[in-house]
């Protein structure tokens, strides 16, 4: 569950700022900026780039939609295949999916609304599907725990070369980086332990390479060495500004990331890394996509605010009343 308090104010300091990532023409092929139209998926959660079809992208609604997720193809932002999982239990609150070095897909069923009062999440794995089409696959069940308690989480990642599954915990406060047993087992529990100190994060990704590791908020994100388990040298990189920014994924070849959100019509945006193509690095400070929810692209390429003024006012009196109510109740 996102503090509106902190969401309101950190849309307050970007107006503020008047910061945005540069953008690029969108140009049509695949792996470009995208809308998601499928009117089923209105809060996408998690985005992963498939490994077998170019251009189509995995992803899954929130909570209370069911042991569902859809392929959408960036090409034309329409799904092309709705996979249902069978034998897990009913979903609680999906958030996040990666795509493991073993060719399976990993949903994480690790959010906690209710700020680490669930004993246990789940992890469920199955094939990526070779045929795009829609089916029912059995999928298994991972319990999994925290060696130092229960906790909220957006955000799994599943590491490319070694296949070990991370997750960035979600805190106010700052969360911390989980890191799971070598390999996942059924029937047990799945204790998942601190490696790092993290940000407010709403999802992550490993670059291809398994050498960045980008961890995305709602208004910023950070890019990370990363090497032998562990957090590196970080440092801030560029994002759009999304509504309710969920989630990221790097293109398959790490030539740019996919920042999604959730909402109707939801835009997935494509942000290019530097270097270009291949291992996949650290998006470029620059940013570099084809689109944002921020305004329309001014003349120079860059992405213009637009006139949210009476927006902006609107915010700046939320914010100022939720301070004062909870100044009130302490």
């Known amino acids: 569950m996102r503090s509106l308090l902190t969401v309101s104010t950190a849309a307050v300091l970007l107006f503020l700022t008047g910061t945005a990532p540069a953008v690029a023409d969108d140009g049509g092929e695949a792996d470009r900026t995208f809308t998601i139209e499928d009117s089923r998926i209105t809060e996408s959660s998690g985005l992963a780039a498939s490994r077998i079809h170019p251009g189509v992208y995995w992803t899954h609604n ?45 949903v994480g069923d690790i959010g906690d609304n209710l700020d680490g009062s669930w004993d246990h999440v789940w992890i469920y ?15 298994t069940q991972f319990d999994v725990t925290y060696a130092d308690g229960a906790r909220n989480a957006e955000a799994m990642m599943v590491h490319p070369r070694t296949g070990r ?32 100190e993290v940000p407010w994060v709403t999802d992550g990704a490993f670059s291809p390479d398994g050498k960045n590791l980008v961890l995305r908020s709602y208004f910023s994100a950070r890019g990370y060495a990363f090497g032998n388990g562990r957090l590196g040298a970080d440092q801030a990189v560029s994002v759009p500004f999304q509504g309710q920014s969920e989630s990221v994924t790097y293109t398959a070849d790490g030539s740019a990331m996919m920042f999604g959100s959730e909402g109707e019509r939801s835009e997935v945006v494509r942000v290019e890394v530097q270097g270009g193509g291949g291992s996949g690095g650290t998006p470029s400070p620059n940013g570099g996509g084809g689109g944002t929810s921020s305004g329309d692209g001014g003349e120079d390429g860059v992405a213009s605010k637009g ?14 009343a939720l301070i004062a109510a909870r100044r009130r109740r302490g």
């Open 165 to 196: 599954v991370y997750i960035a915990s979600k805190n106010e406060d700052g969360g911390g980086l989980y890191e799971g047993p070598e390999k996942l087992t059924a029937g047990r529990d799945n204790v998942f332990r601190r490696v790092g």
């Open 307 to 320: 006139t949210a003024t009476g927006g902006a006012v609107a915010v700046v009196v939320i914010v100022l």
């Open 62 to 106: 929130d909570s209370e939609d069911g042991p569902y997720v859809y392929a959408v193809d960036s090409r034309t932002g329409k799904t092309v295949a709705t996979i249902t999982m069978k034998g897990v239990g009913e979903p609680r609150d999906v958030e996040a999916i990666s795509i493991g070095p073993d060719g399976n897909l990993y």
């Open 125 to 139: 794995r199955f094939p990526e599907p070779e045929k795009l089409a829609d089916a029912t696959v059995r999928a």
